[in-house]
């Protein structure tokens, strides 16, 4: 229960910030977020690469049996086509899907996967030993207008850009938090994205571990499942990272606001000799080796009505995890659902061969 004060006390100081720049009535935010399994780590892409086996790099999958390389909106129903859910909310069948991060050994050029941890912020009741991600939906609400709109069946959207290689003007929504060695356990307080987290990889050992945060845009054209880049059918709330509820006419429909925290256990690579001279060690299993390209792929798939429910009880009869008018599933049965690799190749934390081709 700590932790979710902790998150809430964050989530709240952010939004007071967001406050200080409108005009207006009363904020607040409130959020579902539930831990995820691990369900799949390979190089498959159904949202930028799909029908592509291997596709251009190393992803860390989350949710739905039903993932697959080839998602067609107009075939695939993961709500009826999974048999098992890697997540905690059993109605949940959405994938979320982000990359992997190596460590590069300046001593031999070799690469080596970077683990994956539990988040320990919801650690106790929630436990991501197989790796995984925790994932939220948020939803800001200004005055009495709680309106939020859930996705249609079919929408997709992928956050940031894997391109970049340089830190952008405007709110940071993907961020990279460095932990010191007494907050591996806690996963770090404050808001996500603060002045403190990184859009970079951090540029110092971070031997509690690195805290990735995407956070995902809140506005949506109403209009189209997905888009050519994957990202214009939705857009932020103008000069904001986390929403309000200003959505911009070319995207007035509010979505909830879908955000991941994905650990990464650094406390192996954190040798102060590796970070000399301006470098640091990591890099992204899509070739990036200063993190600015960091992303976030997801793909609906809850059962019909389950996330409106709980967008609609949030406030009142849903927080976090607690959340009645949805179905949890036991630790056991969410780490029990995994799938093997189409694209078969040793994702272990041993020496990944394909990284060195990429770069
Ligand atoms: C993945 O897609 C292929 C081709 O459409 C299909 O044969 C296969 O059964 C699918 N796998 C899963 C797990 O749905
Ligand atoms: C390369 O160096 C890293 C440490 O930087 C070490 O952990 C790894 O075992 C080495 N690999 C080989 C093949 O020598
Ligand atoms: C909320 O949505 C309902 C149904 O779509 C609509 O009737 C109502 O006017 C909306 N309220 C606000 C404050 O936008
Ligand atoms: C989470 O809790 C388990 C047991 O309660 C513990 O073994 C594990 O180390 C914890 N993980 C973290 C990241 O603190």
């Not at 036991?330 to 029990?336: H, I, L």
Request: glycine share 10%; proline share 7%.
């Amino acid at each position: 229960m700590i932790w979710s004060g902790f998150a809430l006390t964050a989530l709240i100081a952010l939004f007071a910030q967001n406050a200080l720049t409108q005009t207006g009535s009363a904020k607040g935010s409130d959020f579902l977020r539930f831990a995820c399994s691990q369900l799949v780590i390979e190089r498959t892409d159904p949202l930028v690469n799909p029908g592509v086996i291997p596709s251009s790099h190393m992803h860390q999958v989350v949710g739905g049996s039903s993932f697959n390389a080839t998602m067609d909106p107009a075939v695939i129903d993961p709500s009826t086509t999974s048999s098992c859910t890697s997540c905690k909310m059993s109605e949940d069948f959405s994938n979320y899907w982000t990359a992997s991060i190596f460590f590069q050994s300046p001593e031999n050029g070799t690469f080596i996967r970077v683990p994956q941890m539990a988040n320990g912020r919801l650690n106790g009741s929630l436990m991501e030993q197989q790796g995984g991600l925790t994932v939220y939906y948020m939803h800001a609400f200004s005055g009495t207008n709680k309106n939020v709109t859930v996705f249609p069946r079919g929408f997709r959207m992928l956050a940031g850009d894997p391109t970049l290689r340089t830190k952008q003007s405007g709110p940071v929504t993907i961020c990279h938090r460095c932990l010191a060695k007494n907050e591996r356990t806690s996963g770090g307080s404050g808001a996500p994205c603060s002045s403190t987290d990184y859009a970079s990889f951090p540029p110092k050992p971070c031997p509690g571990g690195i805290r990735a945060t995407v956070i995902f845009p809140s506005c949506w054209d109403g209009k189209n499942l997905d888009s050519p880049d994957h990202r214009t059918h939705v857009t932020y709330q103008p000069g904001s990272a986390l929403a309000g509820d200003k959505c911009p006419s070319t995207h007035p429909v509010r979505i909830p606001q879908v955000m991941y925290e994905i650990m990464y256990d650094t406390s192996g690579f954190a040798d102060p000799k590796y970070y000399t001279n301006g470098k640091q060690p990591l890099v992204y299993s899509f070739g990036d080796p200063l993190g600015y390209g960091a992303h976030g792929d997801y793909l609906f798939g809850w059962k019909d009505g389950a996330l409106q429910r709980a967008m609609d009880a949030l406030g009142t009869n849903c927080f976090s995890e607690t959340c009645p008018v949805l179905k949890l599933q036991s630790w056991e049965n969410t780490v029990a659902c995994t799938k093997a690799q189409q694209a078969k190749e040793n994702t272990g934390t041993d020496t990944c061969m394909y990284a060195l081709s990429v770069l």
